[in-house]
């Protein structure tokens, strides 16, 4: 069902200059999307529900809108999501061992625009019944939607489960450099209203992982890359100690996503994905500050076809990386 805001939403991604389409012909009862990883936690699931896309819909190198709709899902097809997810696709077996699950709607899941918040609610009342050994649920939103009302009430609700569950937000960074973040990559994001959400979680001892992308835009070098992310977790250092708080960097290497400016940046020559190497050395970055690190290698298939960040003979070091995800060990980086 078309409403004001899918109008919205495809004229901010038009004027964006991005070119993808929207899945308008996907089954509205089912999940976008869902995989399994694992983290220091243990098992992690990650769930993308369909819904209506993110309607900020500028960032430069996003095609994660083209996974959803310009259609408003309502709350009844986003709880049959749930119910697949519970009923058909988790056996007893996964739903005692998982530990960690991560809620995304490739845009802001507190945003109820797109995702309502009886079916949020209804999806932790399935949680809390069948996987009763949850520790961390993530919840993946812009700051701008994280309200005190709506996190108290998750967060009493997912206490009820039989292991006490914490919440962690999880925002999209992509790069410390002002310029870089919101001039060139339009993430409409300022340190502002990033420490007061610090702040805002902070009393309440919530999580908060921050999404940063290396090589966000064209024309940064390897080096160039690095330093960003280098000073990236210094300033999440200081927040950490600041606010006494758990921070998690969640680290991507930026791909060529289809059908957005950073694709044709690509095709100019004047974009180069980043390479395996340089996610090793931002990662060492992190060692001896509080800041904990997962390097995401997952493009999620929105890459230019051969136009990812993993190229062949990475093999060994996509098992280091990944084996770090695991351990937080940085002797493994040497
Ligand atoms: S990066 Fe996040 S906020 Fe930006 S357009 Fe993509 S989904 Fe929306």
Redo the contacts with the bound molecule.
Sequence with gaps: MENKLSKIIQKRTED?QKTYSFKEDHNPRMPADYWFQTSTEGPVLFLVFFTQ???????L?????SKVTLSHIGFRDIMKQTNFIFMNLLSDRQKMNLRKIILSN???VLDEETLSTTALLYFIARMNMDCPNIKVLTI?T?PEYVDPAELETIYRAIREGETPTDLEIAI?F?AFDEKIRNEHF???LTLEVFEKLAEMLSRYKYRLKT?FMLKPVPGLSEDDAIADIAAGIRYLDSISAKYNLDINMHLNPTYAAIGTPLADAFHNGTFVPPTLQSVKKAIAAAEGTRISIFAGLNDEDLAVPGRSFIRPGDEGLIDVIEQFNRTQDFTLLQ
């Design positions: 964006s896309a993110c309607r900020w819909a500028k960032c190198g996003c095609n994660l809108p490739n845009g802001s993946e812009r999209g992509e339009k993430k409409g999404y």
